[in-house]
């Protein structure tokens, strides 16, 4: 997977790059109700709503952050699980 994020300024990118590419979707974590998948997710979603935030403060528009019901609702068309 190639990348071009600053791994001097986000350090843990690459470990968990690895650490996702290493293993199946489907596999659990130590966080005993998420898979891989599940964190995954998480964590874009996490992306996308700090970029949605940040662009709506920055456009002199500022919103809240949703809640996690809203945030963590699966995509249309897609499965939790």
Known sequence: MG???D???FPEWEPFTYAVEERRPETGTWCEAWTVRDIVAHQA???EELARVLGA???GDPVGTRGF?????PLPGHDRR
Do not use: D
């Open 3 to 5: 990348s071009s994020i």
């Open 57 to 59: 403060h920055l456009a």
């Open 69 to 73: 019901e809203e945030r963590e609702a």
């Open 7 to 9: 791994t001097e300024r």
């Open 45 to 47: 979603g996490n992306a």
